[in-house]
């Protein structure tokens, strides 16, 4: 596609359920970023999958968010016994190589009840 | 690990005032250096890179940012704003090729511009 594809948009869960929000990234694209945008706070990075290598999830809050990325394209991150403090914008981003600039997408709004 | 930091986090001009939003990175080595901008409601858009060469980089819409190495600085510029630039801005460093390849985002500012 043309952008970086995110869904759902918003995305409303009560507290404790599990979740799982979706990136499609610009098709050629080897880098895949999650992100998250909390209210007031700058972009905390997440996780980094490049290629085939094994991902960075030096960014991962806790053992309830975890990712994967199927055949080196769409990505799901997976949140897990959802607690308020998840509450934020998930940003995905990917790019084609290391010397191009990262395309957002426009995220996914969860908002944890 | 690196480090960025946005001073001004909140600044209101007025109209054709000149802009100069600060940023400093933390690491001593190879950097890409980016300025993204979130308007209200949409998703964040690239500004302006540095990867290597002319230290004074173009972007888009008349924004400019000067990579000065002995600062550690990345400021964004931009002679005379508009209106249509309230947004919020965030500077980012890249670590080259090696460290995390990750993007390291600065906390942002938010700039409103008064007509």
């Known amino acids: 596609g043309a952008g970086v594809s995110q869904s759902p948009s918003n995305k409303v869960t009560e507290k404790g359920k599990d979740v799982e929000l979706r990136c499609d990234p610009i098709?050629?694209?080897?880098?895949l970023y999650w992100y998250r945008q909390s209210l007031g706070q700058g972009l905390e990075f997440l996780i980094y999958?490049?290629?085939?290598?094994?991902?960075?999830k030096s960014g991962l809050p806790s053992d309830r968010f975890s990712a994967e990325r199927t055949g080196g394209s769409v990505s799901t991150l997976t949140i897990q016994r959802t607690q308020q403090e998840d509450s934020a914008v998930y940003l995905c981003?990917?790019?084609?190589?290391?010397?191009?600039?990262?395309?957002f997408g426009s995220g996914t709004r969860l908002t944890v009840v | 690990a690196q480090s960025v930091s946005q001073h001004n986090h909140h600044v209101i001009l007025s109209e054709a005032a000149s802009l100069e939003l600060g940023c400093n990175y933390s690491?001593?080595?190879?950097?890409?250096l980016f300025w993204y901008v979130q308007y209200p409601g949409q998703h964040l858009q690239l500004l302006l890179k540095?990867?290597?060469?002319?230290?004074l980089v173009k972007g888009i819409k008349g924004f400019e940012a000067e990579f000065i190495k002995s600062k550690f600085s990345f400021n964004l510029r931009k002679p005379s704003v508009q209106w249509s630039d309230t947004a919020e801005y965030f500077c980012?460093?890249?670590?080259?090729?090696?460290?995390?390849?990750?993007?390291?985002f600065g906390s942002g500012t938010r700039l409103q511009v008064q007509p």
């Open positions: 999958f490049q290629g085939n290598s094994a991902p960075d």
């Open positions: 980012a460093v890249n670590v080259g090729y090696t460290g995390r390849r990750a993007l390291t």
């Open positions: 098709s050629g694209h080897t880098a």
């Open positions: 981003a990917s790019r084609e190589g290391v010397d191009y600039g990262y395309t």
């Open positions: 540095y990867f290597s060469g002319d230290p």
């Open positions: 690491y001593g080595g190879t950097v890409n």
